[in-house]
């Protein structure tokens, strides 16, 4: 997808993750898994693919020695340097699989990112690259099939809107493929698109007992069979030598 894109809609991710107890139900399971597979310390050097406005930087880079972020819009980079505050983030304005460095990494993560690149297996391919001898890549991406396809909207086809998901059975194969060992996975999110505080959903659920529904799904994570029924994924994976 083209830088075009995320720079028209850039605004939109000012709201993803907060605003409603969808949106907060999302982030919470998001953090808890990003911080689960990819565990920073202040040792690592850590690369960011897709930094979007930031969210995830901070975060991450608050608990690393250095971050590098990069993302292919430069409002997105633009907006990311003033929520960012702290001092040992470099950004990058770039698409992921045009990006150059002599850096290797001890970790690379990309939350809700990796479905935007053209060729998936190239970009892993890359990722591997990048990382030490036993470096991790830690991936949270959309899931496919999903309850999603069902409430895709006409407007985000006009607008050029496109995502390449790919399943968790074939990203596993994928991640073995290029060289990585030790991959697990674990759903992200496991919820339906049913309400009213979501990113155009069907809008059945109101807030006021959105959390009480959603409560159950931060806990059903925790078992690996469910990712089937998960809206988006995380996967864990460690740099082979092969």
């Known amino acids: 997808m083209t830088s075009d894109y995320w720079e028209r809609e850039s605004g939109f991710y ?11 139900f999302d982030y919470a399971c998001t953090k808890d898994m990003l911080f689960r597979f990819l565990e920073p310390s202040m040792n690592d050097k ?27 819009s430069k409002e997105m980079i633009r907006k990311a340097k003033k929520n960012v505050s ?33 060729d998936t297996k190239a970009g892993l391919r890359k990722v591997w690259g990048m990382l030490k001898p036993s470096g991790r890549f830690v991936i949270i991406t959309k899931s ?39 991959v697990k996975m674990l759903p992200a999110i496991i919820r339906f698109p049913i309400f009213r505080g979501g990113n155009r959903e069907i809008p059945m659920i109101p807030n006021s007992v959105a959390k009480y529904l959603l409560a159950p799904g931060f806990v059903l994570r ?20 092969s």
């Open 144 to 182: 496919k099939p999903c309850a999603w396809e069902f409430v895709y909207h006409e407007r985000w086809k006009r607008s050029g809107f496109r995502q390449n998901k790919i399943s968790y059975t074939k990203m596993r194969k994928l991640l073995h493929s290029v060289g990585f060992v030790d």
């Open 222 to 241: 925790r078992f690996q069979p469910l990712i089937v029924f998960a809206e988006s994924y995380a996967a864990y994976a460690t740099r082979g030598e």
């Open 86 to 118: 702290l001092k040992n983030v470099k950004f990058v304005v770039s698409d992921f699989l045009s990006f150059g460095t002599k850096e290797r990494f001890n970790k690379i993560f990309a939350v809700r990112s990796f479905e935007y690149l053209d």
């Open 14 to 24: 000012d709201r993803q993750w907060k605003g409603s107890p969808v949106s907060e």
């Open 46 to 72: 850590i690369l960011e693919i897709g930094c979007g406005l930031g969210t995830w930087t901070e975060l991450v880079g608050s608990k690393c020695r250095a971050i590098t972020a990069v993302d292919v």
